[in-house]
């Protein structure tokens, strides 16, 4: 099994790189925060609760998982929208994947267009997070499905510094926020 690299923090990286419910909160988490901190979120819930599944936190009690992540370190810096997020992501699990999160992209066979889709019919997933979470899938977690590069492009290319998909050492992370940087400089001209 390949062991991400995301957070710097060995325990977090093995928690994303075994629980396909862990990347897919760490991806939704990901969002006006640094990276590093998104995906180390899963981790910060599991160690405050307990466990890190999505029965036990659709069925939590909402004030309650909003004060799991407010509590210093917060998980994000909109603890509690984004804990209303997470529950919601966790609920659609459950009710729709028979809580198994690896199914979005595993059941009936789906090609790319279809694990797209799925991913975007999640809470928080709109196009651009649904094609980088499937970059990330195919290129480090050796998910093949038919159509996954193209239907995650432009972060599906091989050999492309665009996003999480492609961080796998500090070097590679450094060459990601340096596109990152470039392109958002261009956006401004």
């Known amino acids: 099994m390949?062991?991400?690299h995301l957070t710097g923090d060995a325990a977090a990286d093995t928690l994303l790189s075994e629980n396909p419910f862990a990347l897919?909160?760490?991806m939704l988490l990901d969002q006006q925060i640094a990276m590093e901190i998104a995906f180390a979120g899963p981790a910060k819930i599991r160690d405050r609760i307990g466990v890190l599944d999505p029965a036990t936190i659709a069925a939590y009690e909402a004030d309650a998982f909003a004060l799991v992540f407010r509590q210093s370190p917060a998980v994000h810096r909109f603890p509690g929208s984004m804990a209303k997020r997470?529950?919601?992501i966790a609920a659609v699990i459950v009710n729709n994947w028979n809580g198994d999160t690896a199914?979005?992209?595993t059941a009936d066979n789906p090609d790319g267009a279809d694990i797209?889709?799925?991913l975007k019919a999640l809470p928080g997933f709109g196009e651009q997070k649904a094609?980088?979470?499937l970059a990330l899938l195919g290129k480090r977690l050796g998910v093949d499905?038919?159509?996954w590069r193209e239907a995650s492009a432009p972060y599906g290319e091989e050999g492309a510094y665009r996003s999480v998909a492609d961080i796998v050492d500090p070097e590679s992370?450094?060459?990601v926020r340096a596109t990152k940087r470039a392109a958002k400089a261009a956006a401004k001209s």
């Open 2 to 4: 390949t062991t991400l």
């Open 24 to 26: 897919l909160v760490g």
């Open 86 to 88: 997470v529950q919601e």
């Open 103 to 105: 199914s979005i992209w």
């Open 116 to 118: 797209i889709g799925r």
């Open 131 to 133: 094609k980088i979470f």
């Open 145 to 147: 499905a038919a159509g």
């Open 173 to 175: 992370l450094t060459r």
